[in-house]
Protein backbone atom coordinates (compact mmCIF):
# COMPACT_ATOMS: atom_id res chain seq x y z
CA UNK A 1 0.00 0.00 0.00
CA UNK A 2 1.70 3.34 -1.15
CA UNK A 3 -0.49 6.42 -0.12
CA UNK A 4 2.34 8.84 0.65
CA UNK A 5 0.56 11.62 -0.73
CA UNK A 6 -3.13 13.36 -0.45
CA UNK A 7 -6.68 12.97 -0.64
CA UNK A 8 -9.89 14.41 -1.26
CA UNK A 9 -13.31 14.54 0.37
CA UNK A 10 -15.99 15.79 -1.64
CA UNK A 11 -20.11 16.80 -0.57
CA UNK A 12 -22.37 18.61 -3.42
CA UNK A 13 -24.79 21.40 -3.36
CA UNK A 14 -25.87 24.56 -5.73
CA UNK A 15 -23.76 27.46 -7.41
CA UNK A 16 -24.51 30.70 -8.78
CA UNK A 17 -23.24 33.05 -11.95
CA UNK A 18 -19.83 32.76 -12.65
CA UNK A 19 -18.76 36.29 -10.51
CA UNK A 20 -21.30 35.81 -7.94
CA UNK A 21 -19.49 36.54 -4.51
CA UNK A 22 -20.46 33.36 -1.96
CA UNK A 23 -17.74 33.78 0.26
CA UNK A 24 -17.61 31.68 3.37
CA UNK A 25 -14.28 31.78 4.36
CA UNK A 26 -13.09 32.53 7.50
CA UNK A 27 -10.57 35.08 8.50
CA UNK A 28 -11.13 37.46 5.38
CA UNK A 29 -9.76 34.47 2.95
CA UNK A 30 -11.21 34.80 -0.31
CA UNK A 31 -12.89 31.86 -2.03
CA UNK A 32 -12.43 30.79 -5.88
CA UNK A 33 -15.39 32.79 -7.11
CA UNK A 34 -13.64 35.94 -5.40
CA UNK A 35 -10.60 35.36 -7.50
CA UNK A 36 -12.57 35.41 -10.38
CA UNK A 37 -12.89 31.76 -11.59
CA UNK A 38 -15.65 30.57 -13.09
CA UNK A 39 -17.90 27.84 -12.26
CA UNK A 40 -21.53 26.34 -13.84
CA UNK A 41 -24.53 26.13 -12.20
CA UNK A 42 -26.15 28.44 -9.47
CA UNK A 43 -24.77 27.82 -5.73
CA UNK A 44 -27.42 28.32 -2.52
CA UNK A 45 -26.51 31.04 -0.22
CA UNK A 46 -23.70 29.83 1.37
CA UNK A 47 -22.29 27.52 -1.65
CA UNK A 48 -21.43 25.52 0.88
CA UNK A 49 -22.93 21.68 2.16
CA UNK A 50 -24.94 23.44 4.59
CA UNK A 51 -26.90 24.71 2.60
CA UNK A 52 -28.86 21.67 2.63
CA UNK A 53 -31.37 22.47 5.12
CA UNK A 54 -30.48 20.46 8.09
CA UNK A 55 -26.70 19.48 7.52
CA UNK A 56 -24.05 20.94 10.56
CA UNK A 57 -20.64 20.91 10.05
CA UNK A 58 -18.33 20.87 13.11
CA UNK A 59 -14.49 21.00 13.27
CA UNK A 60 -11.24 19.98 15.13
CA UNK A 61 -8.17 21.91 14.69
CA UNK A 62 -5.02 20.74 15.72
CA UNK A 63 -1.89 22.76 14.83
CA UNK A 64 1.35 22.34 17.52
CA UNK A 65 5.01 21.86 18.04
CA UNK A 66 7.83 21.01 15.26
CA UNK A 67 10.24 19.29 14.03
CA UNK A 68 9.76 15.23 14.05
CA UNK A 69 6.76 15.58 16.65
CA UNK A 70 4.90 17.91 14.56
CA UNK A 71 0.87 18.00 15.14
CA UNK A 72 -1.11 19.07 11.74
CA UNK A 73 -4.23 17.09 11.78
CA UNK A 74 -7.98 17.14 13.00
CA UNK A 75 -11.44 15.51 12.70
CA UNK A 76 -14.30 17.03 10.50
CA UNK A 77 -17.67 15.80 11.82
CA UNK A 78 -20.84 16.13 8.97
CA UNK A 79 -24.33 15.43 10.90
CA UNK A 80 -27.03 15.06 8.06
CA UNK A 81 -30.24 15.73 10.71
CA UNK A 82 -27.85 18.02 12.73
CA UNK A 83 -28.87 16.72 16.78
CA UNK A 84 -31.09 14.69 15.37
CA UNK A 85 -28.76 12.70 13.20
CA UNK A 86 -28.78 10.01 16.08
CA UNK A 87 -32.03 8.99 15.97
CA UNK A 88 -33.51 9.81 12.44
CA UNK A 89 -31.66 8.20 10.12
CA UNK A 90 -30.94 9.30 6.13
CA UNK A 91 -30.96 6.93 2.62
CA UNK A 92 -27.41 6.78 1.60
CA UNK A 93 -25.36 5.29 -1.37
CA UNK A 94 -21.77 4.44 -0.85
CA UNK A 95 -18.93 4.30 -4.43
CA UNK A 96 -15.63 3.14 -4.43
CA UNK A 97 -13.57 4.57 -7.26
CA UNK A 98 -10.69 3.46 -6.00
CA UNK A 99 -10.32 0.98 -3.13
CA UNK A 100 -6.93 2.38 -1.24
CA UNK A 101 -8.73 4.04 1.70
CA UNK A 102 -10.82 3.40 4.46
CA UNK A 103 -14.31 4.55 5.22
CA UNK A 104 -16.02 1.88 7.87
CA UNK A 105 -19.68 1.21 7.95
CA UNK A 106 -20.48 1.09 4.30
CA UNK A 107 -21.24 -2.35 4.06
CA UNK A 108 -24.44 -1.84 6.32
CA UNK A 109 -24.79 1.05 4.16
CA UNK A 110 -25.20 -0.73 1.00
CA UNK A 111 -27.17 -3.65 2.77
CA UNK A 112 -29.63 -1.73 4.39
CA UNK A 113 -29.46 1.87 2.35
CA UNK A 114 -29.64 3.76 5.61
CA UNK A 115 -26.53 6.24 7.09
CA UNK A 116 -27.06 5.87 11.01
CA UNK A 117 -25.13 8.79 12.16
CA UNK A 118 -22.60 11.23 10.98
CA UNK A 119 -19.88 10.98 8.68
CA UNK A 120 -16.59 11.47 10.25
CA UNK A 121 -13.46 12.67 8.67
CA UNK A 122 -9.68 12.35 9.81
CA UNK A 123 -6.34 10.75 9.00
CA UNK A 124 -5.17 7.32 8.04
CA UNK A 125 -3.81 6.26 11.51
CA UNK A 126 -6.67 7.84 13.57
CA UNK A 127 -9.93 6.20 12.04
CA UNK A 128 -10.21 3.59 15.09
CA UNK A 129 -10.02 6.13 17.69
CA UNK A 130 -12.55 8.26 15.88
CA UNK A 131 -15.02 5.61 15.35
CA UNK A 132 -14.76 4.44 18.90
CA UNK A 133 -15.66 7.65 20.18
CA UNK A 134 -18.59 8.09 17.55
CA UNK A 135 -19.88 5.26 18.98
CA UNK A 136 -19.16 6.56 22.74
CA UNK A 137 -20.89 9.72 21.36
CA UNK A 138 -23.95 7.80 19.99
CA UNK A 139 -24.06 5.97 23.46
CA UNK A 140 -24.31 9.50 25.40
CA UNK A 141 -27.08 10.50 23.27
CA UNK A 142 -29.42 8.91 25.94
CA UNK A 143 -31.95 5.89 23.94
CA UNK A 144 -30.88 3.00 22.03
CA UNK A 145 -31.72 2.39 18.38
CA UNK A 146 -35.22 1.41 16.96
CA UNK A 147 -34.29 -1.87 17.17
CA UNK A 148 -33.90 -1.29 21.22
CA UNK A 149 -30.03 -1.70 21.09
CA UNK A 150 -27.02 0.40 22.34
CA UNK A 151 -25.58 -0.31 18.68
CA UNK A 152 -23.84 1.83 16.29
CA UNK A 153 -21.87 1.04 12.96
CA UNK A 154 -20.18 4.73 12.55
CA UNK A 155 -18.64 6.37 9.08
CA UNK A 156 -15.03 7.29 9.12
CA UNK A 157 -13.09 7.69 6.35
CA UNK A 158 -10.02 9.31 6.21
CA UNK A 159 -6.67 10.32 4.16
CA UNK A 160 -3.24 10.29 3.98
CA UNK A 161 -1.56 13.31 6.04
CA UNK A 162 1.84 11.54 7.49
CA UNK A 163 3.87 14.13 4.77
CA UNK A 164 3.16 17.19 7.32
CA UNK A 165 1.78 15.59 10.15
CA UNK A 166 3.28 13.23 13.08
CA UNK A 167 0.71 10.39 12.11
CA UNK A 168 1.99 7.90 14.01
CA UNK A 169 1.90 9.58 17.43
CA UNK A 170 -1.50 9.58 17.58
CA UNK A 171 -2.28 12.70 18.48
CA UNK A 172 -6.46 12.69 17.94
CA UNK A 173 -7.87 11.75 20.88
CA UNK A 174 -12.00 11.19 21.82
CA UNK A 175 -12.04 14.30 23.43
CA UNK A 176 -11.27 16.18 19.89
CA UNK A 177 -14.18 13.83 17.75
CA UNK A 178 -17.08 15.37 20.76
CA UNK A 179 -15.69 18.74 20.10
CA UNK A 180 -16.23 18.26 16.52
CA UNK A 181 -19.78 16.90 17.16
CA UNK A 182 -20.66 19.13 19.44
CA UNK A 183 -20.05 22.19 17.71
CA UNK A 184 -21.10 21.39 14.36
CA UNK A 185 -23.00 24.36 12.77
CA UNK A 186 -25.19 25.47 9.95
CA UNK A 187 -24.43 28.50 7.66
CA UNK A 188 -20.93 29.55 5.90
CA UNK A 189 -18.18 26.84 7.26
CA UNK A 190 -14.06 27.18 7.32
CA UNK A 191 -12.16 26.11 4.27
CA UNK A 192 -8.82 24.87 3.62
CA UNK A 193 -6.42 23.70 6.94
CA UNK A 194 -8.99 22.78 9.06
CA UNK A 195 -10.46 19.64 10.64
CA UNK A 196 -9.26 16.51 8.85
CA UNK A 197 -8.09 18.48 6.27
CA UNK A 198 -5.70 20.24 8.14
CA UNK A 199 -2.41 18.37 7.05
CA UNK A 200 -3.94 17.19 3.74
CA UNK A 201 -1.75 18.00 -0.09
CA UNK A 202 -3.10 18.22 -3.49
CA UNK A 203 -1.38 18.34 -6.43
CA UNK A 204 1.60 19.11 -4.82
CA UNK A 205 -0.03 22.11 -3.36
CA UNK A 206 -1.20 22.98 0.52
CA UNK A 207 -4.84 21.66 0.03
CA UNK A 208 -7.48 20.22 2.53
CA UNK A 209 -10.97 20.91 3.39
CA UNK A 210 -13.97 22.83 0.78
CA UNK A 211 -17.25 23.07 -0.32
CA UNK A 212 -19.81 23.89 -2.93
CA UNK A 213 -23.38 23.74 -3.88
CA UNK A 214 -25.90 24.01 -6.17
CA UNK A 215 -29.45 24.43 -6.55
CA UNK A 216 -31.53 22.62 -9.52
CA UNK A 217 -35.23 23.17 -10.32
CA UNK A 218 -37.20 19.67 -10.88
CA UNK A 219 -41.01 19.80 -11.32
CA UNK A 220 -41.11 22.92 -10.46
CA UNK A 221 -39.35 21.93 -7.28
CA UNK A 222 -36.48 23.43 -5.87
CA UNK A 223 -33.61 21.01 -4.30
CA UNK A 224 -30.48 21.47 -3.23
CA UNK A 225 -26.74 19.62 -3.44
CA UNK A 226 -24.28 19.61 -1.32
CA UNK A 227 -20.13 18.90 -1.14
CA UNK A 228 -17.86 19.23 1.15
CA UNK A 229 -14.12 17.23 0.12
CA UNK A 230 -11.04 16.56 2.35
CA UNK A 231 -8.34 16.67 -0.46
CA UNK A 232 -5.80 15.33 -0.73
CA UNK A 233 -4.42 13.47 -4.00
CA UNK A 234 -3.20 14.59 -7.67
CA UNK A 235 -0.04 15.55 -9.04
CA UNK A 236 1.33 19.07 -9.78
CA UNK A 237 0.79 18.56 -13.91
CA UNK A 238 -2.43 17.28 -14.09
CA UNK A 239 -3.90 20.08 -12.16
CA UNK A 240 -6.72 22.21 -14.35
CA UNK A 241 -8.96 25.15 -13.26
CA UNK A 242 -11.89 25.93 -15.02
CA UNK A 243 -10.45 23.40 -18.00
CA UNK A 244 -6.91 25.14 -18.10
CA UNK A 245 -4.24 23.25 -16.97
CA UNK A 246 -2.66 25.97 -14.52
CA UNK A 247 -0.28 22.91 -13.46
CA UNK A 248 1.54 23.34 -16.28
CA UNK A 249 1.39 26.82 -16.47
CA UNK A 250 2.24 28.09 -12.86
CA UNK A 251 6.06 27.92 -12.34
CA UNK A 252 8.04 25.78 -9.64
CA UNK A 253 9.92 27.45 -6.92
CA UNK A 254 12.50 24.50 -7.71
CA UNK A 255 12.74 21.48 -10.42
CA UNK A 256 10.96 18.39 -9.07
CA UNK A 257 11.20 15.29 -9.98
CA UNK A 258 7.95 13.08 -11.36
CA UNK A 259 5.82 11.95 -8.50
CA UNK A 260 3.11 9.09 -8.88
CA UNK A 261 -0.56 10.41 -7.72
CA UNK A 262 -0.17 8.00 -4.50
CA UNK A 263 -3.14 10.35 -2.22
CA UNK A 264 -6.50 9.99 -2.13
CA UNK A 265 -9.96 11.55 -2.10
CA UNK A 266 -13.41 11.00 -0.06
CA UNK A 267 -16.30 12.70 -1.55
CA UNK A 268 -19.47 13.19 0.78
CA UNK A 269 -22.52 14.30 -0.78
CA UNK A 270 -25.91 15.62 0.29
CA UNK A 271 -29.15 16.22 -1.12
CA UNK A 272 -32.57 17.10 0.15
CA UNK A 273 -34.09 15.72 -3.29
CA UNK A 274 -36.35 12.69 -2.29
CA UNK A 275 -34.04 10.10 -3.31
CA UNK A 276 -33.80 5.98 -2.75
CA UNK A 277 -30.40 4.19 -1.63
CA UNK A 278 -29.87 3.27 -5.25
CA UNK A 279 -30.06 6.73 -6.13
CA UNK A 280 -27.66 8.28 -4.16
CA UNK A 281 -25.58 5.28 -4.80
CA UNK A 282 -25.61 6.52 -8.52
CA UNK A 283 -24.79 10.34 -7.57
CA UNK A 284 -22.11 8.95 -5.53
CA UNK A 285 -20.53 7.90 -8.06
CA UNK A 286 -21.01 11.06 -10.31
CA UNK A 287 -18.40 12.52 -7.98
CA UNK A 288 -15.53 11.35 -9.68
CA UNK A 289 -16.50 13.36 -12.89
CA UNK A 290 -15.84 16.70 -10.89
CA UNK A 291 -13.10 14.92 -9.89
CA UNK A 292 -11.76 14.44 -12.82
CA UNK A 293 -12.47 17.97 -14.43
CA UNK A 294 -9.82 18.66 -11.85
CA UNK A 295 -6.89 16.38 -13.05
CA UNK A 296 -7.36 13.35 -10.67
CA UNK A 297 -7.25 10.12 -12.81
CA UNK A 298 -7.71 7.86 -9.89
CA UNK A 299 -4.17 6.50 -9.75
CA UNK A 300 -3.09 3.01 -8.08
CA UNK A 301 -2.14 4.57 -4.42
CA UNK A 302 -5.43 6.62 -4.32
CA UNK A 303 -8.05 6.21 -2.29
CA UNK A 304 -11.03 7.73 -3.93
CA UNK A 305 -14.42 6.77 -2.06
CA UNK A 306 -17.72 8.53 -1.84
CA UNK A 307 -20.67 8.63 -0.21
CA UNK A 308 -24.22 10.56 -1.00
CA UNK A 309 -27.14 10.69 1.17
CA UNK A 310 -30.76 12.53 1.37
CA UNK A 311 -32.57 14.25 3.86
CA UNK A 312 -36.00 13.93 2.32
CA UNK A 313 -37.86 11.14 4.05
CA UNK A 314 -37.44 11.53 7.25
CA UNK A 315 -39.96 8.73 8.59
CA UNK A 316 -38.10 6.25 6.46
CA UNK A 317 -36.75 4.06 9.27
CA UNK A 318 -39.68 4.35 11.58
CA UNK A 319 -42.81 2.13 11.71
CA UNK A 320 -43.10 -1.15 10.14
CA UNK A 321 -44.56 0.35 6.88
CA UNK A 322 -43.23 3.59 5.36
CA UNK A 323 -45.00 5.85 2.53
CA UNK A 324 -41.91 7.06 0.22
CA UNK A 325 -41.68 10.09 -2.14
CA UNK A 326 -38.95 9.48 -4.79
CA UNK A 327 -37.93 11.40 -7.94
CA UNK A 328 -37.51 9.32 -11.07
CA UNK A 329 -34.62 8.09 -12.84
CA UNK A 330 -35.62 10.11 -15.99
CA UNK A 331 -35.22 13.18 -13.45
CA UNK A 332 -32.27 12.76 -11.96
CA UNK A 333 -29.63 14.57 -15.07
CA UNK A 334 -30.26 17.89 -12.73
CA UNK A 335 -28.87 16.51 -9.08
CA UNK A 336 -26.18 14.80 -11.71
CA UNK A 337 -24.88 17.74 -13.34
CA UNK A 338 -25.29 19.54 -10.11
CA UNK A 339 -23.47 16.84 -8.04
CA UNK A 340 -20.38 16.92 -11.06
CA UNK A 341 -20.22 21.05 -10.49
CA UNK A 342 -19.77 21.02 -6.96
CA UNK A 343 -17.34 18.77 -6.45
CA UNK A 344 -15.40 20.76 -8.92
CA UNK A 345 -15.75 23.69 -7.28
CA UNK A 346 -15.45 22.05 -3.73
CA UNK A 347 -11.78 21.02 -4.57
CA UNK A 348 -10.82 25.01 -6.08
CA UNK A 349 -11.88 26.13 -2.46
CA UNK A 350 -9.68 23.89 -0.70
CA UNK A 351 -6.99 24.83 -2.76
CA UNK A 352 -7.76 28.46 -2.77
CA UNK A 353 -8.38 28.64 0.90
CA UNK A 354 -5.34 26.42 1.97
CA UNK A 355 -2.20 28.33 3.05
CA UNK A 356 1.30 27.19 3.09
CA UNK A 357 2.27 24.91 6.13
CA UNK A 358 5.35 23.71 7.10
CA UNK A 359 5.40 20.47 9.29
CA UNK A 360 7.20 16.94 10.58
CA UNK A 361 10.98 16.71 10.10
CA UNK A 362 10.70 20.43 8.22
CA UNK A 363 8.88 19.34 5.38
CA UNK A 364 7.05 22.45 3.33
CA UNK A 365 4.30 22.24 1.25
CA UNK A 366 3.21 25.63 -0.34
CA UNK A 367 -0.15 27.54 -1.09
CA UNK A 368 -1.20 28.15 -4.44
CA UNK A 369 -0.27 31.34 -5.38
CA UNK A 370 -3.41 33.07 -6.17
CA UNK A 371 -1.94 35.72 -8.57
CA UNK A 372 -0.30 33.00 -10.90
CA UNK A 373 -3.54 31.05 -10.75
CA UNK A 374 -5.12 33.87 -12.02
CA UNK A 375 -2.18 35.18 -14.74
CA UNK A 376 -2.82 31.67 -15.97
CA UNK A 377 -6.43 31.85 -16.32
CA UNK A 378 -6.53 35.34 -18.02
CA UNK A 379 -4.22 34.16 -20.49
CA UNK A 380 -6.68 31.50 -21.52
CA UNK A 381 -9.76 33.65 -21.69
CA UNK A 382 -11.11 32.12 -18.24
CA UNK A 383 -10.65 34.96 -15.71
CA UNK A 384 -13.92 36.83 -14.58
CA UNK A 385 -13.32 40.32 -13.45
CA UNK A 386 -16.24 40.70 -10.79
CA UNK A 387 -18.64 43.72 -11.49
CA UNK A 388 -18.04 44.90 -7.99
CA UNK A 389 -15.51 44.63 -5.31
CA UNK A 390 -16.26 41.11 -3.37
CA UNK A 391 -18.16 41.63 -0.16
CA UNK A 392 -17.03 41.00 3.31
CA UNK A 393 -16.24 37.51 4.22
CA UNK A 394 -18.53 35.66 6.39
CA UNK A 395 -16.96 34.18 9.55
CA UNK A 396 -17.72 30.51 9.81
CA UNK A 397 -21.00 29.09 11.90
CA UNK A 398 -18.88 25.89 12.42
CA UNK A 399 -17.01 25.49 15.17
CA UNK A 400 -12.95 26.07 14.87
CA UNK A 401 -11.22 24.41 17.80
CA UNK A 402 -7.87 24.82 17.09
CA UNK A 403 -5.39 22.37 19.47
CA UNK A 404 -8.09 21.60 22.22
Known amino acids: MSRTACAVLVVAIAV ?5 TTSAAAGGKPRARDLGIPFDGTPGPHNAITDVAGVTVGYTTLVRGGGARAVRTGVTAILPRNRATADRPVFAGFFSLNGNGEMTGTHWIE ?5 EGPVLLTNTHSVGVVRDAAIAWRVRQGRP ?9 PVVAETWDGDLNDINGFHVQPRHVFAALQGARGGPIAEGNVGGGTGMICHELKCGTGTSSRVVT ?14 NYGVREELRVAGVPVGRLMPRAAPQAAVKDQGSILIVVATDAPLLPKQLERMARRAALGLARNGSYGGNGSGDLF ?12 GAISTLR ?13 T ?5 ESIVNALVAAESMTGVG ?10 ALQKALEQHGRLIVPPTSPRPLSSPAATHAPNP
Open 362 to 371: GAHVPAIDHR
Open 145 to 153: DPSGYWWSL
Open 326 to 338: ALGHEQMDPLFLA
Open 16 to 20: AAPWR
Open 218 to 231: IAAESYTVGVLVQA
Open 111 to 115: ESGFL
Open 307 to 318: IAFSTANEGASL
Open 340 to 344: VQAVE
